[in-house]
């Protein structure tokens, strides 16, 4: 027999062919490796000295399923595709045992599922995870796991996508054995055992699937996951195929599955969690930082500022079991850090979420402090103080002198020059931007900075940290805002032209919820707190005095209504509740507002609200894609997924506007830009989007 040595290993053993999947890291079955696979079957069962075939994976585990870096390419369906592997696999002469350990999921399992005979330690994990990325398992495995593990137990776990462990499937008809051990020799013994007893293989399409109440328990799965699923429609399509298990032969069943796979494979939910999927590890990557760049070590982490972001930052990395020094100015503001903390865990603690062993190891790991030579030993020190650059100089020139040589020194900031902060220093090549989202602790978003100078190893160092603290980390370039600030900044301005021109706070709020974001941009302001954009606008007044604000939201700060914290912003709130109510006030404000400018307020539909608010965003991504600033049209969709709210369905803003097609996005600016209240050279396309147009390309093309 023969197989490519780099993708299959073959031997024999005691009359059995042993055929190893090796393809790192997962053992993805990719093109290469499902050709190797089903030529090295024909060639076993061309050989009179071979009884039985086994399958099994190398590096402790089966297989993940397909190669994801034949996703979205020709090879990925190329034959053989796995349809046809598994096809092989059942019309194999001889017994193929699928002998698992580790992972086995997604096509991985399916591939099992067509063996005659399955055998696993009791460790290894089996699921089919497809729903997660708006799809079901396209290969059988809707028609072949409710034969092996019964109709609830295959539609809890094709709808959940979860992995579940086979010891706890070791009675049902999915395994033939499940033991400690070798996984090669428990499998070698079940196939000397069926051949001494003569028994007779039957593969899972000729068994049946019965339920006592089928109907009933349909109607009520049917119910709870239409209930739960929200806009996307994989989950129910995935009761639908499983379903068909019971009703359908066999093939019919395989026929349906496929008609439904399809529908979800070019429906845009499942394209925007494709795209998601794909963007998370894109994002990872860092075009001119070689995987193999060597880290700096990492172990002990300093934090200065010791307020909600601060100590939000810190639980990131007592979580992940590193020590944390959190530094203060005043006892006063330490103490108050410091509870802050322990109260969230304790938090946890009572809804179950944490042990109180667990609890007691991570506040054991956090060390306050009052002194900057508290921080001479940290390997990364981060600060998280006023967003100020006065401020951050002085922060900066203190790490300057206290730091070891090979410390990382970054900064929180959320809009400031990191280049100017870095020049605070004698090592700018040490200086990069950690820019967390509030609440620090929660938001999986983070920016990370990379100025001018920022070292390579400090970023590689960086962006492997993020992974341990399980955030999912973005890099931008230096510029105002970076690539998140600087695309709301233009949204909210549209939200508060709409609101000058006639619409009201909690409408725009309302027709962007019902898009889709998790919340309006004036509740969401108030959350942030509206004294935090008014800072800003002062600033850019300043710096930018030929960019237009509406006065709107000025005149609502200088009221002191900052939001949530002070239990008025553009809503009312009641003391201890977050409802936002909304308040007569507001409303005379903004009518006293229009009239002063002389406006007459019109209808505004959601539509249109919509459309201006977001492709602002996608006007402003765009230039920042062109100058550099972000990698990738994606990095921009991770960013505004995870750290803004942009509905995961659609993808982010710049998948979005993909959808809608560019030559329309182009054409709806250019009539903003020439019929618009508010700033008209905002207006004027982006020159990326007019050169993708042009060449008939998109963003994510």
């Known amino acids: 027999m023969t197989a490519s040595p780099a993708l299959l290993h073959s031997s024999v053993r005691d009359g059995c062919a042993v055929l190893i999947l090796d393809n790192p890291p997962v053992n993805g079955l990719g093109l290469a490796l499902r050709s190797a696979l089903a030529a090295a079957i024909d060639a076993a069962n061309a050989d009179p000295a071979i009884h039985a075939i086994l399958l099994t994976g190398a590096n402790g585990l089966f297989s993940g399923g397909a190669d994801i870096r034949e996703f979205n390419t020709p090879k990925m369906l190329a034959e053989p595709n796995l349809h046809s592997l598994i096809q092989v696999v059942e019309q194999s002469a001889k017994p193929v045992v699928a002998a698992i350990s580790g992972t086995c999921m997604g096509g991985g399992l399916e591939l099992s599922l067509a063996c005659h005979y399955r055998v696993a330690t009791p460790d290894a994990e089996v699921g089919l995870p497809e729903v997660k990325?708006?799809?079901?398992?396209?290969?059988?495995?809707?028609?072949?796991?409710?034969?092996?593990?019964?109709?609830?137990?295959?539609?809890?776990?094709?709808?959940?996508?979860?992995?579940?462990?086979?010891?706890?499937?070791?009675?049902?008809?999915?395994?033939?054995?499940?033991?400690?051990?070798?996984?090669?020799?428990?499998?070698?013994?079940?196939?000397?055992?069926?051949?001494?007893?003569?028994?007779?293989?039957?593969l899972l399409r000729e068994e049946r699937v019965r339920h006592p109440e089928a109907e009933a328990f349909l109607g009520f799965v049917r119910t709870s996951v239409k209930s739960m699923s929200g806009p996307f429609p994989a989950p129910l399509k995935c009761v639908e195929a499983v379903a068909a298990s019971l009703k359908l032969p066999f093939e019919q069943g395989l026929a349906n599955e496929k008609q439904l796979f399809t529908e979800l494979m070019f429906g845009p939910e499942s394209r925007a969690l494709r795209h998601f999927f794909f963007g998370e590890r894109a994002a990872a990557k860092i075009p001119d930082v070689p995987e193999d760049t060597p880290l700096r070590p990492v172990s002990r982490i300093g934090i200065i500022g010791a307020g909600t972001m601060g100590g939000g930052i810190a639980m990131n990395f007592l979580n992940a079991g590193l020590p944390v020094t959190l530094l203060e100015m005043k006892q006063e503001a330490l103490d108050r850090g410091i509870a802050t903390i322990r109260k969230n865990y304790e938090s946890a603690l009572k809804k179950g979420k944490l042990s109180a062993e667990k609890l007691a190891q991570r506040m054991a790991l956090l060390t306050p402090s009052l002194s900057y030579d508290a921080l001479a030993d940290a390997d990364l020190i981060i600060e998280a103080v006023f967003e100020d650059i006065g401020v951050k100089q002085q922060v900066f020139e203190k790490l300057d002198a206290i730091a070891k040589p090979s410390a990382i020194l970054?900064?929180?900031?959320?809009?400031?020059?990191?280049?100017?902060?870095?020049?605070?220093?004698?090592?700018?090549?040490?200086?990069?931007?950690?820019?967390?989202?509030?609440?620090?602790?929660?938001?999986?978003?983070?920016?990370?900075?990379?100025?001018?100078?920022?070292?390579?190893?400090?970023?590689?160092?960086?962006?492997?940290?993020?992974?341990?603290?399980?955030?999912?980390?973005?890099?931008?370039?230096?510029?105002?805002?970076?690539?998140?600030n600087r695309m709301v900044e233009q949204y909210g301005r549209q939200?508060?032209?709409?609101?000058?021109?006639?619409?009201?706070?909690?409408?725009?709020?309302?027709?962007?919820?019902?898009?889709?974001?998790?919340?309006?941009?004036?509740?969401?302001?108030?959350?942030?707190?509206?004294?935090?954009?008014?800072?800003?606008?002062?600033?850019?007044?300043?710096?930018?005095?030929d960019m237009r604000y509406p006065r709107i939201a000025d005149k609502l700060c200088?009221?002191?209504?900052?939001?949530?914290?002070?239990?008025?912003?553009?809503?009312?709130?009641?003391?201890?509740?977050?409802?936002?109510?909304?308040?007569?006030?507001?409303?005379?404000?903004?009518?006293?507002?229009?009239?002063?400018?002389?406006?007459?307020?019109?209808?505004?539909?959601?539509?249109?609200?919509?459309?201006?608010?977001?492709?602002?965003?996608?006007?402003?991504?765009?230039?920042?894609?062109?100058?550099?600033?972000?990698?990738?049209?994606?990095?921009?969709?991770?960013?505004?997924?995870?750290?803004?709210?942009?509905?995961?369905?659609?993808?982010?803003?710049?998948?979005?506007?993909?959808?809608?097609?560019?030559?329309?996005?182009?054409?709806?600016?250019?009539?903003?830009?020439?019929?618009?209240?508010?700033?008209?050279?905002?207006?004027?396309?982006?020159?990326?989007?007019?050169?993708?147009?042009?060449?008939?390309?998109?963003?994510?093309?």
Not at 440 to 458: C, F, Q
Not at 569 to 586: C, L
Not at 596 to 610: H, K, M, Q, W
Not at 646 to 653: D, E, N, Q, R, S
Request: aromatic content about 6%; some cysteine; glycine content about 10%.
């Open 133 to 202: 990325i708006g799809l079901l398992p396209g290969a059988g495995g809707t028609q072949r796991l409710p034969r092996a593990v019964g109709l609830e137990v295959a539609l809890n776990m094709i709808v959940s996508g979860n992995a579940v462990a086979a010891k706890l499937l070791a009675k049902t008809r999915l395994f033939d054995r499940v033991a400690e051990g070798d996984v090669v020799d428990i499998a070698i013994a079940l196939i000397n055992e069926q051949r001494v007893s003569g028994a007779v293989p039957k």
């Open 558 to 701: 200088e009221l002191g209504r900052f939001g949530q914290k002070t239990g008025k912003g553009w809503y009312r709130y009641e003391a201890g509740a977050r409802e936002a109510i909304v308040d007569p006030e507001v409303d005379a404000l903004i009518t006293a507002h229009r009239a002063e400018l002389g406006i007459t307020p019109r209808a505004i539909s959601d539509e249109e609200i919509v459309s201006r608010c977001i492709l602002a965003l996608v006007n402003e991504g765009a230039r920042i894609l062109d100058e550099g600033i972000a990698a990738r049209a994606s990095d921009i969709d991770m960013v505004y997924i995870t750290g803004y709210g942009f509905p995961v369905h659609k993808g982010g803003p710049m998948l979005y506007a993909d959808g809608l097609g560019l030559y329309s996005v182009l054409r709806t600016l250019r009539s903003y830009a020439a019929h618009s209240h508010g700033d008209r050279s905002f207006w004027q396309p982006a020159a990326l989007i007019e050169r993708l147009v042009a060449n008939g390309q998109s963003f994510n093309g």
């Open 410 to 484: 970054a900064s929180n900031t959320s809009t400031l020059d990191l280049n100017a902060i870095a020049a605070f220093t004698q090592r700018p090549q040490d200086v990069v931007g950690l820019h967390f989202f509030s609440p620090a602790n929660v938001m999986k978003l983070l920016e990370v900075v990379r100025g001018s100078a920022t070292a390579k190893d400090v970023l590689a160092t960086v962006m492997k940290l993020a992974k341990k603290i399980k955030k999912i980390a973005v890099v931008s370039g230096v510029c105002d805002g970076f690539i998140g």
């Open 495 to 545: 939200a508060l032209y709409l609101v000058e021109e006639g619409a009201s706070p909690q409408q725009v709020d309302r027709a962007l919820e019902k898009f889709g974001m998790a919340m309006g941009l004036f509740r969401m302001s108030d959350l942030a707190g509206n004294d935090i954009g008014w800072a800003i606008r002062k600033r850019r007044y300043v710096e930018q005095p």
